[in-house]
């Protein structure tokens, strides 16, 4: 599988794309020795058939606007913002492939906050 592949499926996964994947197509994208890590929770699913698992038993999975996707290869990164409905989330996930299949995520959050006043002068706001 080429760059564009690798990056057709992040956007079938995280919405950003034409093709929007089900959860049986996000499955049989992942390798069996699939892995994923969560560093701020300190937490890590090992194998795909963990994250189908916790996939189905997640109570209100969040909304997703996919922001941007930048790699090649087998190594990307995606930003995102989650809106779980009483809060928001940005989102930077690092997604690596092999052989066509994503083997490894490791996925940071951050919520928002505002900025101090002493930079002001030096920015301007994201909207």
């Not at 034409?18 to 994923?36: F, G, H, I, N």
């Not at 058939?49 to 606007?65: G, K, S």
């Not at 690092?94 to 002493?118: C, M």
Request: proline share 6%; aromatic share 12%.
């Amino acid at each position: 599988m080429g760059n564009s592949n690798n990056r057709e499926i992040l956007e079938g996964l995280f919405g950003g794309g034409k093709l929007k994947l089900s959860a049986e197509q996000e499955y049989q994208l992942r390798a069996e020795d699939y892995v994923m890590e969560m560093p701020q929770s300190g937490e890590r699913i090992v194998g795909r058939e963990r994250m189908r698992a916790f996939q189905e038993a997640y109570p209100n999975p969040p909304d997703a606007e996919l922001r941007r996707i930048v790699g090649e290869g087998d190594v990307f990164v995606m930003e995102a913002i989650s809106d779980y409905g009483n809060e928001v989330a940005f989102v930077a996930n690092i997604v690596e492939f092999r052989d066509g299949k994503i083997v490894r995520e490791t996925r940071y959050y951050a919520s928002p906050f505002d900025a101090p006043e002493w930079r002001r002068q030096w920015v301007e706001p994201i909207s």
